[in-house]
């Protein structure tokens, strides 16, 4: 049943401060993703600022070698992860393998291929994020399509009865329209329920039942809030975490070792000339006029003998270098990335060690596929269900199928396909999309060439031209002089006419 207008702008008022918690958190981790942490120093997540401590005494030159501190490592730890985890195609179990559901072509009218990527870069970062499903139809052609969207955490929230439920049981989407002295004087509010979408603007972060307004409604049909939570991290009590929360404080201290390090470069990586025991100058005059006197190449004598000449030496830099080192391999352990990534060490690895050292970060991937997984095919059902395709709305032994991104020699994956093919006798179609590289048009095709028997001719045209070119080859092999002496030898030899050589007598 649709809510009234007075419900819709209370359960809006009752919620919309969770949102903007949720907003806040989410900005500020979305300002360390992209290295921007100073921008998030008034608003700190855990009491964590995003510019490092300086001296008490600060000059423009403090302040300038503090703009130099920040470093972007959060956003290569989100990278790391989100360029493993992209989605192919989805399939029916039973079905045609090489084949995906009638569902894929939505996704791909709604160009998901690309936004996919930020989908899964706004939950790796924020911790969640949404996609959204309503019956629509194409801008282009005009035809019945469904309408999929995406939204980061900074701009919606869904509610749950209870943290394991499938479907939310309202969500708030909502952006801002004005903004002046960090605060938010307006915005624009749709609550998402499960018969329709009420949309509302808000004025003061709507603390007061006076500052919502309802506009209008719109049913969707769709029986359920047609919305879909993706998640990097989420555990059984709803606490959904990003990749970048749980190491603020490494990802601080890091931007510290660098403040204090450039510190020492500019203002204590010198050695210090002294002088005890000269006599001063008598005057300003005469001290200006010895500083105007003295070159680099001068030297300074004195003849009283209680002179003392020496230097200080420089402060040596080899301690903070090994604390960035330092903290640089414990954020890679904790954030199962790869170490050369962080390190900046040589990338000329061997399959096997490349294997290896990208061994943690394929596990972390498959957690994050098997959760997200789940999510795609929530939102494949919705989609079908948006366009009128009950079949595969019910189809919940769907599957979705995640781009092979491990890093492998070739050679030994085609080795071990082909023992595999071989030795167990499993059909070399199943075993293409395990090439490297191979997508599903690469499947369709070959699977149509060998319905049609082109694969079949193309082998037999290589061969046949494989067998000419040897051919000649051994011909050209031949020696000039050796072909020479078998033309006599054949010259030499009577030649046979075919009749009797009675007559000839």
Known sequence: MVMSAGQVKGLARENFPSFLRQR?????????ARGEQRQANEHGLHGIKGEPYAPRQVTEEYQQLSRLSPNPLGGLVVTSLAQTVYVDGVRRTGGDPSKNMDVWNTWQQNGWDAKQIPLHRAAITHGLSFATTRPDKDPLTGDKMAKMSAFSAKRMAAFYDDPNDEWPSFAIQADPINRFEGFQSEWTVTVIDDEAAYYLSCENNGYDLDDWTFISYEEHGMKVPPIVRYANSIDLDGRATGEIEAVLPMLARIDQNTFDRLIVQRFGAWKVRYIAGMAKPAD???????ALRLK????????????????????????????????????????????????GLSSNLQAEALA????????KSGDFRMVNGQSHEQLFRLTAYANGNAEEARATDMQVRW?????RSLVQTANGLALIATSLKVPVQMLWERIPGWTDGDTERATKMVEDGTFEKLVAELESDIAVDSAKAMQDAVPPEQTSAVGAKNAAKPKSTGGSDKGGK
Not at 284 to 290: C, I, L, M, S
Not at 356 to 363: P, Q
């Open 24 to 32: 806040e958190n989410a900005q500020v981790l979305d300002a360390w």
């Open 284 to 290: 300003t005059t005469d001290k200006v006029a010895e």
């Open 296 to 343: 680099i190449e001068d030297l300074l004598i004195s003849s009283n003998p209680e002179t003392k000449f020496g230097t200080l030496d420089a402060t040596d830099m080899k301690g903070f270098l090994d604390a960035d080192d330092h903290d640089l391999r414990m954020l890679a352990a904790i954030t199962q990335t790869p170490p050369h990534h962080m390190l």
């Open 356 to 363: 290896a050292a990208t061994e943690g970060l394929m596990r």
């Open 403 to 407: 781009r092979d991104t491990e890093s």
